[in-house]
């Protein structure tokens, strides 16, 4: 089945170790999101690929950076993760051929650091 | 900005009631909204979304009305069961073409009595 697969579904850090989350999908679609969710808050979008045009929110720290080497994968770089970045990582993606289209979300990467 | 917020944290509701959240909008631009459901452990799952021509759209169980006037949304979940528990996030699009993107809101828990 096309589905948004996230690797691996849980993972621990050290204070300051860069890590990388990973996010695959066969959908096909050109748009790809990284959301982080802290507990019992909203989804907050951290930054997203139109095709291969990234869109940075304003409030991002720049701890957080993105790849997307092809339409499929998109990756998630923390830098140097401090204990506030613990939280659930979501990848989520659309397909914006047309417009208002509903996003699809993988199961997500849950972020400890130690 | 573009910000959503819920009336209520939380919702129980007896099985086979029915159920309401509610959710209001600032950004009057708006004009695709999102209802998405998170079961624990998982990424939001798209449940009914509407676009700002219409003022109620029906699914299976799920209503969704808009009111554009007081920038009010709500859920309507019939006939409430066991597998209806789960956070309830209403969403929005924000921002145009490629910088286009769904801003969620708190979210409500809903919990049902047996």
């Known amino acids: 089945d096309a589905m948004v697969i996230q690797n691996p579904r849980y993972q621990v850090t050290q204070f300051g170790k860069p890590v990388t989350l990973s996010c695959s999908q066969t959908?096909?679609?050109?748009?790809m999101y990284w959301y982080q969710q802290k507990s019992s808050q909203a989804p907050k979008l951290l930054f997203h690929?139109?095709?291969?045009?990234?869109?940075n929110e304003a409030d991002t720290p720049d701890n957080f950076q993105s790849r997307r080497p092809n339409t499929s994968f998109c990756f998630l770089d923390i830098r140097s993760p401090g204990l506030g970045d613990a939280a659930m990582y979501l990848c989520?993606?659309?397909?914006?051929?047309?417009?208002?289209?509903?996003?699809?979300f993988g199961s997500g990467t849950q972020l400890s650091v130690l | 900005g573009e910000s959503v917020g819920l009336h209520l944290p939380t919702l129980s509701v007896q099985e086979g009631d029915n159920s309401i959240i509610n959710c209001a909008y600032s950004?009057?631009?708006?004009?695709?909204f999102i209802w998405y459901k998170q079961e624990s452990g998982k990424g939001p799952q798209f449940i009914i979304d509407i676009r700002s021509n219409m003022d109620k759209r029906q699914g299976q169980r799920v209503t969704v009305l808009l009111n554009k006037t007081v920038k009010h949304l709500s859920l309507q979940i019939a006939a409430t069961q066991p597998g209806d528990s789960a956070v309830y996030f209403c969403?929005?699009?924000?921002?145009?073409?490629?910088?286009?993107?769904?801003?969620f809101g708190s979210g409500t828990r809903l919990s049902i009595r047996p």
């Open positions: 989520a993606t659309s397909a914006q051929d047309s417009p208002n289209e509903k996003l699809f």
């Open positions: 950004n009057s631009a708006s004009d695709y």
């Open positions: 690929y139109y095709d291969k045009d990234f869109n």
């Open positions: 959908l096909n679609h050109n748009v």
């Open positions: 969403a929005l699009e924000a921002g145009y073409s490629s910088a286009s993107k769904i801003i």
